[in-house]
Structure formats: structure tokens, C-alpha cells
């Protein structure tokens, strides 16, 4: 069976420091993979996807840069975290067909201090 | 892809069948509805979707209105684990590639 293993749990990180959130996928192939950004209390934010090695898409202009450099590996990083970069951070992946659902990892809690 | 709107929150009394609503009214024929819920501090659960005809599963049923502009997630009989928020969104091709709006939080009292 397929699973999606994102850690860490928690971070706490100070400002200006740098930033490496990582997420693999286990039991399949060539996944679709994508980074979610939750504010406390809102919906979730797309903020990558990538539909292949090497190939990342942005969703949205921000401090975060996404990179996939195995098939099932997808991380994310900053350079100089901000504190506006707090928040909650899902990783997902999804079979690259149609029709089939997202499946979410459990979810980094990162504050900025 | 098109937007969903969803009340913010409801109730419902534990054993009853809770009904969640969500308008998507710019949805176009190659688009999905999907529905997820996310326990808090969790990461989104996937519970069903549908392009046009209704759906069940062993979680809840999905009616999709015959001119797709709205639907309603259906679970049966609600228990108190099934209080989160629930999202609804509607996607084509790419199945994780949306934007989750805020949901309803839906509140299952004993």
C-alpha cells in the first residue's frame, strides 16, 4: 500500500533562518506531489506541485522554493524564513491519472520566531 | 478551477444524519467534486467524489444536483469523531492541484 511519510512533526525556527521540509512517498510510482501552506483556522493554501522530476510549479510569489530530486521525494525550503512564514505545512501526492483522489501527509507545524 | 462556497459551521445531534451543503456554481463538465475533512492538527482525510451522478461509500453519499451547480455531503449517522472541518472542492485532471477554502466545521453534539 501507498504512504506519505512528511516530517517533522513540529519546528519552531528564528527569523532569517533557513528552512528543509521533507516528504516522500512510499508504494508507487511517478506520483503527483504538492505543498499546502493551512493559516490557523483557513483553508488550504497550494503553494507547489510537481508533476515529475525536476518539474515544480508555483502557485503563488513567496519566500518558499519546492525541489524534487527523486521520484518520491519532494522538500521545501527557504533561504531566510519570515515570520509571515509560520504555519502549517501539507505535503500530498496523488496518482498522475484522472479521477483518483489526493492523499495528505500528517502535516508540519512550523512558527517563525 | 472553480470556487465552492460552504456554510462556516453546523451542528449536528449525535445518530442523525448530518447534510453539508456546498455550492459550486461556476463548475465546468470536466470537473469533479470532491469532498475531505481534516481533524484539527491533522492532515485532510479524502471521503468521496463525484462528477455527476451520486455516490456512496462505506463513509458518507454524495448528491451532486442534476445541473451540478451544488451538492450535499451526506453522513448517515453521525458520531462524535466525525466533528472536523469538512472541504469541498471540485477539480479536473489534477487531482491535488485546488485551493481548499475554509470549509464548514461541523460540531457532532451527544
Known amino acids: 500500500s501507498q504512504t506519505i511519510h512528511q516530517w517533522p512533526a513540529t519546528l519552531v525556527q528564528p527569523v532569517g533562518s533557513p528552512l528543509s521540509l521533507e516528504c516522500t512517498v512510499e508504494?508507487?510510482?511517478?506520483?503527483?506531489l504538492y505543498w499546502y501552506r493551512q493559516a490557523a483556522g483557513r483553508g488550504l493554501q497550494l503553494l507547489f506541485y510537481?508533476?515529475?522530476?525536476?518539474?515544480i510549479s508555483s502557485e503563488v510569489p513567496q519566500n518558499l522554493s519546492a525541489s524534487r530530486p527523486q521520484d518520491r521525494q519532494f522538500i521545501l525550503s527557504s533561504k531566510k524564513l519570515l515570520l509571515s512564514d509560520s504555519g502549517f505545512y501539507l505535503c500530498?501526492?496523488?496518482?498522475?491519472?484522472?479521477?483518483?483522489?489526493?492523499?495528505f501527509g500528517q502535516g508540519t507545524r512550523l512558527t517563525v520566531v | 478551477d472553480a470556487k465552492t462556497t460552504q456554510p462556516p459551521s453546523m451542528d449536528c445531534a449525535e445518530g442523525r444524519a448530518a447534510n453539508l451543503p456546498c455550492n459550486h456554481s461556476?463548475?465546468?463538465?470536466?470537473?469533479?467534486v470532491y469532498w475531505y475533512r481534516q481533524i484539527h492538527s491533522q492532515g485532510p482525510q479524502y471521503i468521496i467524489h463525484?462528477?455527476?451522478n451520486n455516490e456512496t461509500n462505506e463513509m458518507a453519499s454524495l448528491i451532486i444536483t442534476e445541473d451540478r451547480k451544488s451538492s450535499t455531503l451526506i453522513l448517515p449517522h453521525a458520531t462524535l469523531r466525525d466533528t472536523a472541518v469538512y472541504y469541498c472542492?471540485?477539480?479536473?485532471?489534477?487531482?491535488?492541484?485546488?485551493?481548499f477554502g475554509d470549509g464548514t466545521t461541523l460540531t457532532v453534539k451527544p
Open positions: 500530498a501526492w496523488s496518482p498522475g491519472t484522472v479521477n483518483t483522489e489526493a492523499f
Open positions: 472542492i471540485v477539480m479536473d485532471t489534477n487531482a491535488g492541484k485546488s485551493t
Open positions: 461556476t463548475i465546468s463538465g470536466n470537473e469533479y
Open positions: 508504494g508507487t510510482s511517478n506520483p503527483n
Open positions: 463525484g462528477l455527476k
Open positions: 510537481s508533476v515529475g522530476i525536476g518539474q
